[in-house]
Each structure stands twice: as structure tokens, then as C-alpha cells.
């Protein structure tokens, strides 16, 4: 018992230091905040470059023991905290509260953000174009379901750009508020987690009545007070609706994610890595996509997607959406850039951001 107070003790020692070093790093970027404001009258200090590149340095410099998400947690809510001392980040989502997009806003963000929900994801858009909010968080892909082609129609009629973006993991949890597997007569979910979990809930839910809702929250809402029912949702949804987890990671498919964009008004400078978002529309002729194609690849750039969209009001021509590796102000993607705009009728580009991994 000594040797394990002994080391408690050491602990503590550290601790102390934490706090020490953390409120010094607080008073720190208060004086940034300041300089900043009397230099340029900026409405929020937030520079996603550069939690990105101090992340990326930190996770380099670590030795262990902790696993790299563990640190990028850590100090997420390190920046959170420092920014609220000025003024906290107002973030909207597609809500309802603990929704995924909730989840992924406060893994980015921490917690110390207000989170704002809308109703859909035009909503996001509109109160950041408002000035409502400082960030929007919106889904555009999920490795199951496919591209969120709604998040991608919005660029069309907003001047917001793509500041940044997240990959979260989407992990099922069967919810309830009794403990007891065996008296689940009912579930709720929305449509999507009841297909994922289809094969998990024919194993071990048979014959179980399965009913729809507009989102997983609503779902977790939906039986607080329905003690032979459950919810299909996310953990954060028992944390908040305070109900039992009887089962996790219940989905088919372990590889489930969902990549979210944070939407903004201001250009994000160049990270370690980046990813440039574009948006634009070609003649309709014969092999025009292709020399679009060609003429990336003779400049050594990388697509990592392309999705086209049907223009509105004009029928079967089309809207192409692409993701480049590579900031716009490098030189070859500058230069593809502009012999592009020669080849379109239309060219946007939608963010040149820091890329995950």
C-alpha cells in the first residue's frame, strides 16, 4: 500500500503541473486573442490549421502510452476550453441533440462549443450564412450508404466554404431503459441503423416489431418512458436520455463510417496535408469528362472523388463535385486549376482544407 501511495502521490505531483501549465497556455492565447482583434477585428480566433498541425505534432512526438485518438480527445477539449475563455464557438449540426452530426461536432470541437441544432441540413447552412453560427457541421458520405447528395446540392446556391473535416466512426448501441434483453418488444430507429443492424437484430431480437423514425435521437426520445422498448442510436444518446446500454457495436459492418465537412466563411490556410473540394460543369460533348480526367493525371494529381449531380432546371446535364489532394496555392495544383477553368462552363472551388490521415 505504501508503493501505491507513493505513486499517487507522483500523480498528483503531475496534476498539479497540468493545471499549472494548462491556465499558462489559457493566458497565453488570451494575449493572441487580443493582438489578433486590435490587428484585424476578427470575430473568433478559431484556426483549424493550426489545431491540425499542433495535433499532428503532438501524436508525432508521443512515445505512449496513450493511443493517438486518446491525445487528439485530449486536446480537442484543450482547445475547446481556451477558445470559451474569449467566446465560445457557436457550431451548427443536423440535429436532433446526440444525432451523429451532434457527435462529430463535439469530437471537433469539444465541449466546451455551443451546439446548435437545425432541422436539416439547408438550416446549417442558412444560420452560418446568417452569422448565427461561427461553423456548420453537415454529413456528405458514408462508407455503407453512399455520398449525402443533398449536403453537395446546397454549394450550389451558398458562397460557404469547406473549412475542415472529420471521420467518425459510426458504432450502434441497442438502448432501453430496462436492462433485460428479454422484455424488448418494440424498437425504434431510423431507417438507416435498422438496415445496418439487420442481421444482428434477426440473431438476436427475432420477430421483434421494428418502427421508423425521423433520427436516432428521436428514437432515444421516443422510449425513456417505454420500459419494453429500445432504441437503436449512439452512445451519446444514453448519456443524455440517461438509458441502459444492453448491446454495442451491433451494425453488419464494422467499417462504418461518416465523413462530416465544416462549412464556414473564411478560407482555411495549409496544413501538413490538404484536401481541395471543387465543383463544375462541362460542354456536352463527346470525351469532355475524360480530358478533364486525363489532364489531372498528367499532372500527377490525385482524385480521391468524383461524384456528379443532375443541374437543376436543366435536364441531363450535369454537376460534377471532386476531391484533389493538395492545397490551392501549390504550384501544380494552381496550374491544373487554371487549365481547367478553360475546359468548364462553370468552376467553383468549394475549400482547400487539412485532410485526415
Not at 457541421?137 to 462508407?143: H, I, R
Not at 458562397?159 to 458504432?171: K, M, Q, R, V
Not at 500527377?300 to 496555392?329: A, C, H, M
Request: with cysteine; net charge positive.
Amino acid at each position: 500500500m505504501a508503493k501505491i501511495q507513493g505513486i499517487r502521490n507522483k500523480i498528483d505531483h503531475i496534476d498539479d503541473q497540468l493545471l499549472e501549465l494548462i491556465n499558462r497556455r489559457g493566458e497565453l492565447a488570451i494575449k493572441i486573442g487580443q493582438e489578433k482583434f486590435k490587428n484585424n477585428r476578427s470575430k473568433h480566433f478559431h484556426v483549424p490549421h493550426r489545431e491540425r498541425s499542433i495535433i499532428d505534432r503532438i501524436i508525432q512526438n508521443s512515445r505512449g502510452p496513450f493511443p493517438n485518438e486518446s491525445l487528439e480527445n485530449v486536446f480537442r477539449e484543450i482547445f475547446s476550453a481556451t477558445l470559451a475563455l474569449e467566446k465560445p464557438l457557436r457550431i451548427g449540426f443536423l440535429g436532433p441533440e446526440t444525432t451523429f452530426s451532434h457527435q462529430a461536432a463535439i469530437k471537433q470541437f469539444g465541449h466546451s462549443s455551443e451546439f446548435i441544432p437545425s432541422h436539416n441540413i439547408e438550416s446549417v447552412f442558412r444560420q452560418v450564412e446568417q452569422s448565427k453560427c461561427d461553423y456548420g457541421v453537415v454529413p456528405v458520405e458514408n462508407s455503407i450508404e453512399g455520398t449525402i447528395n443533398l449536403t453537395l446540392d446546397c454549394f450550389v446556391d451558398s458562397p460557404l466554404l469547406i473549412c475542415d473535416e472529420i471521420e467518425s466512426t459510426i458504432s450502434l448501441y441497442l438502448l432501453s431503459k430496462t436492462k433485460d434483453q428479454k422484455k424488448i418488444k418494440t424498437i425504434y430507429s431510423h431507417p438507416q441503423p435498422l438496415g445496418q443492424c439487420r442481421q444482428w437484430l434477426g440473431r438476436n431480437l427475432p420477430g421483434v416489431e421494428q418502427i421508423p423514425t425521423s433520427s436516432t435521437a428521436n428514437a432515444a426520445k421516443v422510449i425513456v418512458k417505454k420500459r419494453t422498448c429500445a432504441a437503436i442510436a449512439g452512445n451519446l444518446a444514453a448519456e443524455v436520455y440517461n438509458l441502459n446500454i444492453i448491446a454495442e457495436n451491433i451494425q453488419d459492418r464494422a467499417e462504418n463510417y461518416t465523413r462530416f465537412l465544416v462549412i464556414g466563411k473564411d478560407k482555411s490556410k495549409k496544413a501538413k496535408k490538404n484536401k481541395t473540394s471543387i465543383m463544375f460543369t462541362i460542354r456536352d460533348e463527346t470525351g469532355s469528362l475524360l480530358k478533364v480526367l486525363q489532364m489531372f493525371a498528367r499532372n500527377k494529381i490525385n482524385l480521391t472523388k468524383i461524384q456528379s449531380r443532375p443541374l437543376k432546371d436543366r435536364p441531363w446535364e450535369y454537376l460534377f463535385y471532386v476531391d484533389l489532394e493538395g492545397y490551392i496555392e501549390d504550384l501544380k495544383l494552381k496550374k491544373s486549376l487554371q487549365l481547367l477553368k478553360n475546359m468548364c462552363l462553370f468552376l467553383r472551388v468549394l475549400g482547400s482544407y487539412p485532410r485526415k490521415a
